[in-house]
């Protein structure tokens, strides 16, 4: 497998690359609270030094072959805006999960149905896996689309831990197989 520090993914937008200590003061001043209340290991306030804690920890997951941790940055201004993540599960390593997320001005404009088939490609080849899930609780419509706009079919519903609010949440997970994607 390649290293997954040097992936890179081109859009017609957008660029993914590792995530980097230089992105830090973008993600601590995107990370409010309208986008960390969908995600589970995001606390707020969101600062400069746990972004750096988190690209330092995610870019050794990445170096150990357990992650691919992706910055979005718009092509046209080179701006951080938001984060794609694939991990393997370790506990069943043909399975991947995805978490993701935009800063608010940058929402509603398909970025992340841009780079669905891009990452979705990359992910199935550098892990060889046969199915990619993401989950999200069962009020965040918005994204449901992104996993829908990914080809991604509803699966099941269960309960998972948030760190970022100590408790368990019910989240409805969709799946693609390598199959349904290769179609």
């Given at each position: 497998?390649?290293?997954?520090?040097?992936?890179?993914?081109?859009?017609?937008?957008?660029?993914?690359?590792c995530?980097?200590?230089?992105?830090?003061?973008?993600i601590?001043?995107?990370?409010?609270?309208?986008?960390?209340?969908?995600?589970?290991?995001w606390?707020?306030?969101?600062?400069?030094?746990?972004?750096?804690?988190?690209?330092?920890d995610?870019?050794?997951?990445?170096?150990?072959?357990?992650?691919?941790?992706?910055?979005?940055?718009?092509?046209?201004?080179?701006?951080f805006?938001?984060?794609?993540?694939?991990?393997?599960?370790?506990?069943n390593?043909?399975?991947?999960?995805?978490?993701?997320?935009?800063?608010?001005?940058?929402?509603?404009?398909?970025?992340?149905?841009?780079?669905?088939?891009?990452?979705?490609?990359?992910?199935?080849?550098?892990?060889?896996?046969?199915?990619?899930?993401?989950?999200?609780?069962?009020?965040n419509?918005?994204?449901?689309?992104?996993?829908?706009?990914?080809?991604?079919?509803?699966g099941?519903?269960?309960?998972?831990?948030?760190?970022?609010?100590?408790?368990?949440?019910?989240?409805?997970?969709?799946?693609?197989?390598?199959?349904?994607?290769?179609?």
């Open positions: 497998m390649p290293s997954l520090i040097d992936v890179r993914i081109e859009t017609e937008r957008l660029i993914l690359r995530v980097e200590e230089t992105d830090a003061d973008a601590a001043a995107l990370m409010t609270s309208d986008i960390s209340r969908w995600l589970a290991s606390k707020i306030p969101y600062t400069r030094e746990m972004a750096l804690k988190r690209i330092e995610s870019r050794q997951k990445a170096l150990d072959g357990e992650a691919l941790p992706l910055a979005v940055v718009e092509k046209r201004t080179g701006d805006i938001g984060w794609v993540s694939l991990y393997r599960y370790a506990a390593p043909d399975r991947g999960v995805v978490g993701y997320w935009l800063g608010q001005p940058f929402q509603g404009k398909g970025y992340f149905r841009e780079i669905g088939a891009a990452f979705l490609q990359t992910g199935f080849r550098l892990f060889e896996l046969a199915v990619i899930e993401a989950g999200a609780q069962l009020e419509e918005a994204s449901f689309g992104v996993m829908r706009s990914w080809g991604m079919r509803e099941e519903t269960r309960t998972d831990y948030s760190s970022a609010r100590d408790r368990e949440e019910l989240c409805r997970y969709f799946e693609i197989t390598r199959e349904d994607f290769e179609i």
